[in-house]
């Protein structure tokens, strides 16, 4: 994908999710003025808007300052890394801890968004022949792994190799497996609030989503 294709949709989705968040505190404030009205479902709204549209605007000021490629891959390292630093520690706060998940569900958005972008080097082709002689940039460093337990580590392994998908029948949620042992289902959700798995494709026949592995995922297992 040209640099040119590519920040015009990242543009694009960055401002439909700030229009998306306007429009949920706006229709908080509207349920603030009516008295004795239920603002939970509003409030959460908010939450989950504003977190959702966060990193979209880190990365538009991300690419204004680095470009589209770089500012995309910085972005997306340091989605990752937030995710892995943000652990299962919980707060005595209700509020809190729903801004916790929401920022955490708005990152695993983000990525998910993000994801498979390949995009074009987008250097002005004046700044190519200094870049030559330039030193290299050193790698960056590889996405620390969180700590899990053999049973976790199952579970993730268990998503890599044996084509897991979860799909609802009715109000029970289902889990099926293409090949060897199924893993328990609250370890699979389990794993995908923590950001080490994520729905990948939807499975057709139930209406359901193959489960995979994220970067963070993919290195507990490395490790």
Same mark, same amino acid.
């Given at each position: 994908?040209?640099?040119?294709?590519?920040?015009?949709?990242?543009?694009? @989705?960055?401002?439909?999710?700030?229009?998306?968040?306007?429009? $949920?505190?706006?229709?908080?404030?509207?349920?603030?003025?009516?008295?004795?009205? /239920?603002?939970?479902?509003?409030?959460?709204?908010?939450?989950?808007?504003?977190?959702?549209?966060?990193?979209?605007?880190?990365?538009?000021?991300?690419?204004?300052?680095?470009?589209?490629?770089?500012?995309? %891959?910085?972005?997306?390292?340091? $989605?990752?890394?937030?995710?892995?630093?943000?652990?299962?520690?919980? /707060?005595? /706060?209700?509020?809190?801890?729903?801004?916790?998940?929401?920022?955490?569900?708005?990152?695993? @958005?983000?990525?998910?968004?993000?994801?498979?972008?390949?995009?074009?080097?987008?250097?002005?082709?004046?700044?190519? %022949?200094?870049?030559?002689?330039?030193?290299?940039?050193?790698?960056?460093?590889?996405?620390?792994?969180?700590?899990?337990?053999?049973?976790?580590?199952?579970?993730?392994?268990?998503?890599?190799?044996?084509?897991?998908?979860?799909? =609802?029948?009715?109000?029970?949620?289902?889990?099926?497996?293409? @090949?060897?042992?199924?893993?328990?289902?609250?370890?699979?959700? =389990?794993?995908?609030?923590?950001? =080490?798995?994520?729905?990948?494709?939807?499975?057709?026949?139930?209406?359901?989503? @193959?489960?995979?592995?994220?970067?963070?995922?993919?290195?507990?297992?490395?490790?």
């Amino acid at each position: 994908m040209d640099a040119q294709t590519a920040i015009k949709l990242l543009t694009a @989705r960055a401002n439909n999710e700030a229009k998306a968040a306007r429009e $949920a505190r706006e229709r908080l404030i509207a349920g603030l003025q009516v008295p004795g009205s /239920s603002i939970d479902h509003l409030m959460d709204a908010v939450l989950v808007a504003d977190a959702t549209a966060k990193p979209w605007a880190q990365l538009m000021q991300r690419i204004e300052r680095k470009g589209v490629r770089a500012g995309l %891959a910085e972005a997306r390292a340091k $989605a990752t890394e937030a995710l892995v630093e943000f652990g299962i520690a919980l /707060s005595t /706060s209700l509020v809190t801890n729903a801004e916790r998940l929401a920022a955490q569900d708005g990152l695993r @958005r983000f990525l998910s968004g993000t994801q498979g972008m390949d995009i074009e080097d987008d250097t002005p082709e004046a700044e190519e %022949a200094s870049e030559v002689e330039a030193q290299p940039e050193p790698a960056p460093a590889p996405v620390a792994a969180p700590k899990a337990t053999p049973a976790q580590k199952r579970t993730l392994a268990a998503i890599r190799d044996n084509g897991i998908a979860l799909y =609802w029948k009715g109000s029970k949620q289902m889990l099926t497996s293409l @090949r060897g042992e199924k893993p328990r289902i609250d370890m699979v959700n =389990w794993v995908i609030e923590q950001g =080490w798995a994520a729905k990948g494709a939807p499975v057709a026949l139930n209406l359901g989503h @193959r489960i995979v592995l994220t970067e963070v995922g993919k290195a507990i297992l490395a490790g």
